[in-house]
C-alpha cells in the first residue's frame, strides 16, 4: 500500500449483502455522446465498477434494464421529461443530477448534466456513492459548484524545487516536456477534478520570466492538452518585469505603450497555442517581486493592463493582496490598507487574490478585513494546503476545519450572516467572476503529499471549493471512506484524531490568537525572533510580551487594526470582554494576571492551553494505536512514525514558548503541568530543522 491512488481507490465493496444489491443494479452501462471528457468518464467508471464490484461491467448501445445510463441532457430526448429538464436548469454547465428512472419498462440509474464535464464529475460522484457502500435503491442527487474558478496553486520552480513544498520535488518535469507525458499528470488531473477543481496555476508566485517565453509555452500547452478532458484549465504565474527580463524592453511600466503591447502580444501568442488558457496569477511589489509602483504606477494599473492583453480571450488575472513593505507599525494592516481604496477601480476581468487571514496562512488568524470591505471587486479567497506554518508534511493537522473557520467568520459586512463564504459566492455584493485558490501541497513523493493526512487536504479544498457551505466534519468522513474503507470503528477513531488536529497544532504552536512565533524555516518555535517577522525598525515581535503582560495591542487605542472590520464586529474585537477568546492576544495586550473565561489567569491558561495542544497529540497517538489491526501496515507503520515525530515537535513548540515567555510573565508553570525536560538556551540553540 503506498497511497499513489489517493481517495480514488475503489477497493472491492467488502459488505456481501451492498456488493449482491449493487451487482443486481448494475449490470451494464452506456454512454451517449462522444468527447475526450466522455472517454474520461468512460473509462474512470469502467475501471471503478469492475473494482469495487469484483466483475467487469459490460457497455451496451442501448438502455437495458438495470444499467448506467450517462448522457448530456442533449442526447435524452424523450428519456428526459419535464421535470428533468427544469431541475437541469438550475444546475449550469458543470452541475449533474444522478437518478434512478423508471421507464420503457425498465430501471436504470441516470448519470446526466448540461455539458460532458457535469457529466464525469457526475460519474465521479457515482462512484463515490457506491465506494462509501450508500444505497442506491432510490437515488436523487443533484449537485453544482458554488464558485466559478477553484484552482490550485503550485508554488512550483521551472528547475523542480518547489517553495514551501514538502513532498518531494515538483510533480512537472519540465526538461521532458511536452515529449513526455507521464502518467502522474493523467492521475492528477482524475484527482482534481474528482473533487471538482477546474483550474491550475503550474508554477511559483515568485515567478521565474521563463515561463513566458516560447520554449516553456509548449510545454504549458502539452499539460493544458493533458489536462483539458478533466475540464482543468491551466494557467502562469507571471513575472511583471518579464518584458525586460526576456522581452529585452528597457521598461516594465504599465503605461508605456511598447510594454502594454508586449503583454497583447504574449497573450495572443499564448492563445494562438491554448485557446482555452485561464490567465495570469500575479504577485506584485510584494517580497522584492517587481510590480507597477517601481514607476510610480498603481496595483490597479498594472493589473488592468495584463486584463487588458487577456480581455479577448476571456483569460483573468489574479491579483494578489498579500503585500506589506514592513511600513507601517503593524503589518497586518497594510494589505489592507493598500488595496481598500481600490474597490470598483479593476477592470472587470481581475481578481484581486487575498489569503485567507490578513498575515499569511498562520494556525489561526481572524478572517482577512478585506472581505468585509470590496464589495465591487470580485475576491478569489486563498488558502494554503501547503502545512508552511503547520508542520510541514509531518504534522498531522486537517485543515477543513481552518477553512470552514474562515469560510463562515461572519464578516457583517451588509449585517449579520453575511459570511466569507457569501461574500465570494457573490451572494452579499453579485459578483461576475467567483473564485478561491489553494496553494498545493503536492509533490513527486509516491503518495503525493508524503503524509498519507495530507491527502486529506487536498480532498477537503476540492470538495470546499465546490460548496464553500460543506461541514469540515462531514467532508473528512467522507475523505476517510474513501482512503481508509467502512469500519466504523477505524472510521470513528479517524474522526476523532482528524477533527481534533488543527485545534492541538493552534495550542501547541500558538494558542489565544498569538501569531509568526516561528524559526527562519518556519517549521520550529523562536518567539525570541526579531528579523524577519517584527515590523522593520522597531524590532519588536509580533507577540509584544512585557513584564506586564502579552498580545498585540490593535484595539483603537493600539494599531486600530480594528477598524478595518465592519462596525459590529470593530466593536467585538476592541473590547477584550467580548473578543472571542480565540483572537484575545491577536487584537489585546492582556495582563499576565488577566481573567480569561476559564477563570484562570492568562499565565496559567497560556501554560494549560500549550500542555493540551502536547496531549492531544498523545491522544491522537494512541487513538491510532488502537487501529492498527484495521489499517494496512505500510500506511500505520508510516503515520505512527510521523506522529511520534509530531509529539516531539509539539513538545518543543510547548517548552520553548513557555520558557521563553515566562522570562517576562515571571511566573511558575502549574505544578500539575508536565514541566519543560530542558532550559531556554536549550531550545534557543536547536537546529533549524528541515528545508
Ligand atoms: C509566504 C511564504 C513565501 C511566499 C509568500 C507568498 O513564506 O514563500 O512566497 O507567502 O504568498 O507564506 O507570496
Known sequence: EDGYKLWLRYDRIQNKKTLSL???????????????????????????????????????????????????????????????????????????????????????????????IGLLYGTFRFLQILAS????????VSDFPRLQNRLLNHWDNPDGSIERGYAGRSIFEWNTLPGKISRRYIDYARANASVGINGTVLNNVNANPNILTPEYLVKVKALADAFRPYGIKVYVSVNFAAPI???KLATADPADPAVKQWWKKKADEIYQLIPDFGGFCVKANSEGQPGPQDYGRSHTDGANMLAEALAPHRGIVMWRAFVYKNREQDRIRESYDEFHPTNGKFASNVFLQVKNGPIDFQPREPFHPLFGAMDKTPLMLEVQLTQEYLGFSTHLVYLGPLFEECLQSDTYAKGQGTTVAKVIEGKVSPQKMTGIAGVANIGDARNWTAHPFAQANWYAFGRMSWNPELKASGVIREWNILTFGNNKVLLDGLQQITMQSREAAVNYMGPLGLTMLMDISHYR???????????TGTRESFHRADEKGIGFDRTAAGSDAVSQYAGALKER??????????????????????????????WNELCYRYSAGVYTVR????????????????????????????EKEAVIWRDACLLYFQTFSKRPIPAELEAPAHDLEYYKALKVSMN
Not at 489585546?588 to 484562570?600: L, R
Open 22 to 116: 449493487y451487482q443486481d443494479q448494475l449490470k451494464q452501462y452506456t454512454f451517449m455522446g462522444s468527447s475526450a471528457t466522455i472517454n474520461a468518464a468512460k473509462t474512470e467508471l469502467r475501471n471503478g465498477l469492475s473494482s469495487l464490484l469484483g466483475k467487469k461491467i459490460p457497455e451496451t448501445d442501448a438502455i437495458k434494464n438495470n444499467s448506467i445510463v450517462v448522457a448530456p441532457l442533449s442526447r435524452l430526448g424523450a428519456n428526459a421529461d419535464k421535470e428533468l429538464r427544469a431541475q437541469l436548469r438550475q444546475l449550469g454547465k458543470e452541475g449533474f443530477i444522478i437518478k434512478n428512472i423508471t421507464g420503457g419498462g425498465k430501471n436504470y440509474t441516470l448519470i446526466t448534466a448540461n455539458s460532458d
Open 133 to 140: 457502500e450508500t444505497s442506491i435503491a432510490r437515488l436523487s
Open 245 to 247: 527580463r526576456i522581452g
Open 525 to 535: 518555535p523562536a518567539p525570541w525572533r526579531r528579523d524577519k517577522p517584527a515590523p
Open 573 to 602: 474585537f476592541n473590547d477584550i470582554h467580548t473578543c472571542p477568546e480565540k483572537f484575545l492576544l491577536w487584537f489585546h495586550h492582556a495582563d499576565w494576571d488577566y481573567k480569561t473565561s476559564s477563570g484562570k489567569t492568562l
Open 619 to 646: 491522544a491522537m497517538q494512541n487513538k491510532w494505536e488502537t487501529l492498527k489491526t484495521l489499517v494496512d501496515p505500510e500506511r500505520f507503520t508510516l503515520v505512527k512514525n510521523l506522529l511520534t515525530e509530531q
